[in-house]
């Protein structure tokens, strides 16, 4: 009988932004490793005393689904701690076809993704009536190459709000594709660097002109989300379109038009 292996997802770095079912597998983890390259050792905070716990900062991809096979041959719960969410750049089909192979059964706990807590951290929505409602998660091509019709420059040609994941030292290469797409030179962005990471994140906002040389003043280069939308700083416009949902002249499920009208 092998125990279960579960991914979960630490969250964006504050150690509280992690699931209450992430949490609980913690308090029960007879095993735990952690990706040390981006989650915090805190995270790690809610374990029980004699739980083993593991960096895989040093490790390769062969090493860490030995270790995680190892652990569950011994221990009822077995977490691998990811960063943000499991499913966004994160191995999680290297590491489970592997633990399939062995016959080990695994699951994914879901994590509030960084896009979603730099979002919060700038105070900013990513999606705005009339304006936007759309959003692409992405990254620029570095040593991973960009699969064919997924590069910037064609994912920007739809002019929605764009998330950039590990492209952070591309800035020079992101102000290139937003101009080969048409964005403005005083398009808003927004970077975030170690969102939600207590008393460590940085939000830097600027244009698409002067993005790059703002975040080098900065001295970020690392671990930071970048975003490109037309929503951003959307709280100081003199005027917004309203969401539908609040609108009093509109019905829907859970309240009915204070006028008559016909129900979309
Ligand atoms: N699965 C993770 C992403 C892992 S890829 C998630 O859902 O968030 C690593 C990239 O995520 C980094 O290069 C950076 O772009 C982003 N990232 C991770 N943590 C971050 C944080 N706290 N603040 C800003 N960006 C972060």
Do not use: N
Not at 41 to 47: C, G, L, P, S, V
Not at 162 to 186: M, N, P, V, Y
Not at 257 to 262: F, G, N, V
């Amino acid at each position: 009988m092998s125990g279960t292996v579960w991914f979960v997802g630490a969250g964006p770095g504050d150690p509280e932004l992690i699931t209450v079912r992430g949490r609980s597998l913690l308090e029960r983890a007879g095993a735990v490793l952690y990706a040390g390259s981006l989650v915090d050792r805190a995270a790690t905070r809610w374990t029980p005393d004699g739980c083993e716990i593991r960096d895989s900062k040093g490790m390769t991809l062969d090493a860490i689904c030995t270790w995680l096979i190892d652990a569950a041959s011994c221990h009822e719960t077995v977490v691998r701690l990811q960063t943000g969410d499991p499913g966004l750049y994160g191995a999680l089909t290297e590491i489970s076809r592997p633990l399939d192979a062995a016959g080990v059964p695994w699951a994914v706990v879901p994590g509030v993704s960084s896009a979603m807590a730099s979002a919060a951290a700038a105070g900013e929505t990513l999606t705005l009536p009339e304006v936007t409602q759309t959003v692409i998660l992405t990254r620029v091509a570095g040593r991973t190459p960009m699969p064919e019709g997924e590069s910037l420059a064609e994912l920007a040609a739809h002019h929605c709000t764009l998330c950039l994941f590990l492209s952070i030292t591309l800035l020079d290469q992101i102000q290139r594709d937003l101009r080969t797409a048409g964005w403005a030179e005083e398009a808003p962005m927004v970077v975030v660097h170690k969102a939600s990471w207590p008393g460590r994140e940085t939000v830097v906002r600027g244009t698409l002109a002067d993005i790059a040389e703002r975040c080098r003043a900065e001295g970020i280069d690392h671990q930071a989300m970048v975003i490109a939308s037309p929503a951003l700083g959307a709280r100081h416009w003199p005027d917004i379109a309203r969401s539908k949902l609040y609108d009093p002249d509109f019905s829907h499920r859970f309240r009915r038009a204070r006028t008559r009208e016909i129900q979309q």
